[in-house]
């Protein structure tokens, strides 16, 4: 499944799948004796040393939907590799009868376009929707081992509790990732041995492309399964109550249960708190009442609601109570430790249990008990929690229709050095003094005025113009917000907004809707509070990124309208389609901007057909008009005008005819690129693999093994090093296996197709390869940690970010003066160097903790020079940036000569999670650069192109 290519027809594909699943009847039957677990695979489910593969999960949960009229299984979508994914609705036959009506209740409440008295009656009437999902991390076993307990216990059971729950909630039972269980469960049952099995090692990512990190797609959509489950939540079912399971615990203890610990973030509705709390404490509650110990929550584990883009988060955003456990246990029974200090109860940790072995069914009977107290929770409050959901949506369209502020904590600090400098004015300069007043708790009204200033609103809309230069990245953007069921409008006609005229086709997302909440966080900066573990303290880090404003990362250019404001415009319906491209114009050929990233896609297609496609290296005069740096020129020989005209009319690209640019060109050949993996599978590879696949690069993915044998330039023009590749030292540690689940294996234990996967990349053998390969002609692009490669190779580079201690000597800087989590940052860009053509001069990067560079006094006699650089002393755009004045005049991205090849070193994490869109440019662009300039432009040999 591909996000991005091609536009127009991923779109409508799009609507032929909702409108099969749509069609979908349940076909009930009524209820006989229902087939046990024990029955059907031959142990019971939570027995030591055994796991059930997809396959028979998927025909046990068929048996079942057939005994069963409780439940009706439906297939959601396909998976990465092809299997079919099921949700399985679980609630009363007569709840089954009704079950359109429950969805349209559920639909209207969520979308609270509703009135108030209406409102009220379909709450009365309606049934509480909760998602209960399992084994979105494969590895986490006891997820998708709980989904087939609890499905089985909730079509079986007859005891009253239970018979409740299914008259007054609809369950939706969610098999989170098909393809990990089949791959975890089959790897644990290989081994003939039983006390020999484990589910650690297993040889390759869980999720095709992107293992661990699919709980980090969700306001993305980019993968299969995420795009299946985002349907059920943001456009058919709008659970009120999302449930996430999750492993493993916290040491000591059996499972985290919310409440979660602080900060929330500043977007979402204060009723998601409140409801998380209330579902939360009944869990844990109920885990009292049944006398089962070991349940911590809040700050006991790192886990918060700051953060969107997971699977239990990004439901905040959209008015849904998300809840997540992460809980111990493997059917390899283990070991609860002693932690003499878990034993006391204390605030977060109510009822402590004590060291014992742990088997696996005891963590299945936690997550059924778990599940039982959200089902009961649902259920007794079944009609707040429906109108809540809506008033929690009210709340925000009437948010997005009236002035409003946001309270962030840098405006906070802003005031409170305001207050302080008055402070000391009136002190006569005595800081001493009014420091003694001090400057928090009670002051003057007069400073609140500050922060209600006009200018400070925040906005009624977003207004995304279609002449900006990449509009297609604009319409990517768009798909990510309507895949997360945000109304996104289109012009049809051109309009003036605040004295600014926007042309027909331009893309409008209101702030008065119901998901108010993700589109503030899309489109707005997130504003961290500085968290720190005391003061003057170390920082706390995130759960995940600090922030990620998506239209910043795509490099989205939109105006944000403080006034309320009408336009000619309609509701997109499903995707958005590009506007149609063109092939107009004569000459020997076609020119084709570089700002569009997509514009990739259409270069890959040409070379492949056989065509010829140049680069122009300086901006030139044609048809009249000036054509920027970096324009592809694609001759008329081999890109015939009817392939061209497919691109236009499929992917949105244009091409304009003109003649071969007479400046300094670049020929573009077939580049065969090889992208670096280990055993295990690395998650930042593995997005990269999907990018390569959506731009339609061929690649060949390389082992450390394989790197060590050398002669790479027989097979490859460009490698590639993601974060993770190089090691730091050669301890280690370093550049190693980042699966989650242990190390290598042996060779002899695992099977023969992925021994060749095994070993590392080191210092002592592989970098001497790598040096070879550049030397040679060939380019290597590196990325995050993996930029050390320009240390071992003795450059003059070296790290900005250290201190100078007394002694004269250095060190880098330590986590109490410098820490900047996943977090957006501005970057200059030296955009008439081909690495940064077709980039704007002020670049969004993200940033992660990410290496930032200073380059020696000899750089550029060697051949070493910065393409982006923080030419600020406060480049944070969004997120979190502690001691962010060190980054000031640090080198972001480099390009070094390296022999007859090219050495590209990339700080920032450009291609993050696949979400970066304003970056991607780097990594192509060093793909085509590197190689035209490594051979100096004759021609190659053929690529490879598997
Ligand atoms: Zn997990």
């Not at 029955?39 to 079942?64: C, E, H, P, S």
């Not at 006398?291 to 959209?318: C, E, I, S």
């Not at 320009?790 to 109490?816: C, I, T, W």
Request: net charge neutral.
């Amino acid at each position: 499944m591909r996000l991005y290519h091609p536009l127009r027809r991923h779109a409508r594909r799009l609507v032929a799948v909702a409108a099969i699943s749509a069609a979908l009847a349940p076909a009930l039957v009524a209820q006989a004796r229902i087939t046990a677990p024990k029955d059907f695979f031959g142990f019971n489910i939570g027995d030591d040393y055994r796991l059930a593969t997809y396959t028979q999960f998927v025909d046990y949960w068929k048996k079942i939907d057939a005994e069963s009229d409780r439940m009706v299984v439906q297939e959601i979508g396909k998976s990465a590799e092809g299997r079919p994914q099921l949700m399985a609705i679980v609630t009363s036959p007569e709840n089954h009868r009704n079950l359109a009506k429950y969805k349209d209740i559920a639909t209207k409440l969520a979308r609270a376009e509703i009135s108030e008295e209406e409102a009220q009656r379909l709450a009365g009437e309606g049934k509480a929707i909760v998602w209960i999902d399992g084994g979105l991390h494969a590895t986490e076993v006891l997820g998708a081992s709980q989904l087939i307990e609890t499905s089985y216990q909730m079509v079986s059971r007859t005891d009253p509790e239970t018979m409740r729950f299914l008259n007054d909630v609809v369950i939706l039972f969610v098999h989170a990732n098909p393809d990990g269980m089949e791959l975890v469960s089959s790897w644990y049952m290989r081994e003939p041995d039983e006390k020999k099995r484990s589910t650690g090692g297993i040889p390759r990512l869980y999720q095709k492309y992107i293992g661990h990190d699919n709980n980090r797609d969700f306001y993305m959509g980019a993968q299969a399964e995420t795009q299946n489950m985002l349907k059920i939540q943001y456009q058919e079912w709008y659970p009120q109550i999302v449930y996430n399971h999750h492993q493993t615990g916290p040491a000591g203890a059996v499972l985290f249960a919310p409440p979660f610990r602080a900060p929330h973030n500043h977007n979402f509705d204060p009723l998601v708190i409140y409801g998380v709390d209330l579902v939360g404490t009944s869990m844990h509650s109920r885990f009292a009442l049944e006398g089962k110990p070991g349940a911590v929550r809040r700050d006991q584990a790192g886990y918060q609601t700051w953060w969107n883009g997971g699977l239990r988060t990004t439901v905040y955003f959209h008015n849904m109570i998300g809840l997540l456990t992460e809980t111990i246990g493997n059917p390899t029974p283990i070991e609860i430790p002693f932690t003499p200090e878990k034993l006391i109860p204390q605030e977060n940790y109510v009822y402590p249990i004590t060291p014992q072995t742990w088997h696996f069914r005891q963590s299945v009977d936690y997550s059924v008990t778990a599940n039982r107290a959200v089902l009961d929770v649902a259920s007794r409050h079944r009609e707040q929690f429906l109108y809540n959901i809506y008033r929690m949506g009210k709340n925000a369209i009437d948010k997005g229709s009236r002035d409003t502020w946001t309270d962030y904590p840098r405006r906070i600090a802003a005031v409170q050095e305001q207050i302080q400098k008055d402070r000391v004015q009136q002190a006569e300069g005595n800081a001493r003094l009014a420091a003694m007043g001090g400057f928090s708790g009670v002051q003057p009204t007069k400073y609140f005025a500050e922060l209600r200033k006009p200018e400070l609103r925040d906005p009624r809309g977003f207004i995304m113009p279609s002449t900006q230069a990449d509009f297609l990245a604009a319409t990517h953007f768009v798909n990510a917000l309507q895949k997360n069921g945000v109304d996104v409008l289109r012009a049809s006609q051109s309009f003036n907004v605040a004295g600014k005229s926007y042309p027909a086709g331009s893309y409008v997302v209101k702030t008065a809707q119901a998901f108010r909440a993700h589109v503030m966080d899309m489109f707005e900066p997130q504003d961290y509070p500085n968290d720190l573990q005391y003061p003057g303290g170390p920082p706390k880090a995130p759960y995940d990124n600090a922030g990620y404003t998506l239209a910043f990362q795509m490099g989205v250019q939109f105006d944000r309208i403080l006034d309320g404001f009408d336009c000619p415009c309609q509701k997109i319906p499903g995707l958005a389609e590009a506007p149609n491209g063109t092939v107009a114009g004569s000459g020997s050929g076609y020119l084709l901007s570089h700002q569009q990233t997509d514009a990739y896609y259409a270069v890959n297609q040409v070379l492949k057909n056989g065509g010829e496609v140049y680069w122009a290296k300086s901006a030139f005069q044609a048809n009249g008009k000036t054509y920027p740096a970096g324009t592809f020129y694609v001759t008329g020989r081999g890109a015939s005008r009817a392939a061209l005209q497919k691109l236009a009319a499929e992917e949105g690209l244009s091409f304009e005819g003109g003649n071969k640019p007479n400046v300094e060109t670049m020929r573009l050949y077939p580049t065969r690129i090889g992208l670096w993996d280990n055993y295990g599978g690395s998650m930042p590879s593995g997005w990269t693999r999907w990018l390569f696949e959506q731009y339609g690069f061929d690649f060949n993915v390389i082992y450390p093994a394989e790197l060590d044998a050398g002669n790479l330039n027989a097979k490859y023009d460009v490698i590639i090093f993601v974060d993770g590749g190089i090691p730091e030292t050669d301890r280690a540690g370093g550049g190693g296996f980042e699966g989650f689940g242990g190390g290598q294996p042996n060779a002899e234990s695992i099977p023969a197709e992925y021994r060749n996967r095994l070993g590392r990349v080191t210092i002592a053998k592989t970098v001497p390869q790598l040096k070879e390969f550049m030397e040679n002609g060939g380019t290597v692009i590196t990325i995050g940690g993996s930029t050390s490669l320009a240390r071992h190779l003795k450059l003059p580079v070296g790290n900005h970010l250290v201190e100078r201690l007394q002694n004269g000597s250095e060190r880098d800087l330590p986590r109490e003066k410098l820490f900047i989590p996943g977090s957006v940052l501005q970057a200059t860009v030296d955009n008439t160097t081909p690495l940064a053509h077709g980039m704007p001069q002020k670049l969004d990067v993200f940033f992660d903790n990410s290496p930032v560079f200073r380059l020696e006094p000899d750089a550029s006699l060697k051949g070493v020079k910065a393409v982006a650089w923080f030419d600020s002393d406060k480049p944070l755009r969004s997120g979190w940036a502690w001691g962010q004045g060190y980054l000031k005049d640090g080198v972001a991205a480099v390009e070094a000569k390296v022999g007859n090849g090219m050495l590209f070193l990339f700080g920032p994490e450009i291609t993050n999670r696949a979400q970066p869109h304003g970056t991607f440019k780097f990594l192509f662009n060093g793909i085509y650069y590197g190689a035209a300039m490594g051979k100096n432009g004759k021609p190659q040999v053929k690529a490879n192109n598997n």
